[in-house]
């Protein structure tokens, strides 16, 4: 199943990649394989913005704005403001929050 | 009872100082599961604190992060238990987990072992290699349905409130609050607004990739406009109801099971934020819209009684 098309912000500097696999062996979507050598993206719209690629590319040649993607938590920081959080860690969480 | 498991370095079976390490969330699930999976084995278990949340939420909260997994290799004196320097990390614990800065702090390199720990046998088997499926979620029916109780525990919390509000909308009288009246009013929309708590919390995610559209909105929209379809020529519930009860109806249920399925995207596999901050930009505006509209109608329809 994919979601929507053209969204994702994932982007690949191929002149950066190494081909070290790094994003192929974090990626739950498959978005990464190496070719020739080098990473290169199979399908851009298959990515859910995880962001372990990113963290785990060692020489920059991958973003991702990653963040929670709820939509509650979404709406509460277009209301409140602040980076939209779920906010579930922690004894004193709200049983019914959206979690 | 309890859900979380102290933090720390774990033997499973008889491990040496030369026997595979793995890391764990201390959530008592997690850490059960992994355990059964290793039976046999003679690994180490290296158990970080999350909170007690599970891996994968804890990535993505960095609670299972490079720092927790520096300070407790540390603390749990790893390097003085293998001469090895290799830990197998879950591969949902990546994006939380700076592989390179991990090593530059410990000296361990990091491997992603595979998603789910009934692979890790065969993982370590084919020489810490993962086939494609070990690397992929999946998002099958029995994943989906097992997330529809988290749907539909909010979706009736929103429902008592509108109940709530219909009732005293139509019980309203010179009289006072007439409860007869209130529910012989309210009857179609306490019927509708149970039936969009059913298409978006429950036939929604159930349905997904049946359902048109990749909108997550639409698909909600689409399930609850089949359900009114159903109950209006399907069933006598409706029979009788008013021109603008009928149009009061057949807007806020499909509005309704829209944003339930909107909510879904919260618990998917697949999904991501630049999608479903996209959604909300252009579905806030038809929701109030809606909300407006059907606002209106109700007021025709109290009137029409």
Known sequence: MKYLANVVSLELVAEKCTGCGRCVEVCPHGVFVLEDRRAVITDQDRCMECGACALNCAFGAVSVTAGVGCAQAIIHSMIYGGEPTCDCSGPSQDPDSCC | MRYTVKP?????????????????????????????ELKGLNVWLLVLDTKGI??????????????????????SGLSTRVTHRCIIVPQLGAPGIDAAAVQRETGFRVLYGPVEAKDISAYIRMGYRKTDAMRTVHFRFWDRLVLTPMEVRPALRWYVYFAFIVLLFFGIAPEGILFKQAFQGAAPLLICGLAAVVAGAVLTPSALPVLPFRAFSLKGMVAGIVTMAFI???????HGVQSAMTAAVWLLCPAASSWFGLQFTGSTTYTNMSGVQRELRIGIRFYIAVVVVAALLLGIAKAQI
């Open chain 2, 8 to 36: 720390g370095l774990y033997a499973v079976g008889l491990p040496t100082e030369r026997s595979d390490v793995l890391v764990t969330a201390n959530y008592k699930l997690s850490f059960d599961m992994v355990r059964r």
């Open chain 2, 54 to 75: 599970n891996v994968w939420c804890a990535a993505g909260k960095k609670t299972f992060g490079t720092a927790e997994l520096v300070c407790r290799i540390g603390a």
């Open chain 2, 232 to 238: 209006q020529w399907c069933t006598p519930l409706l």
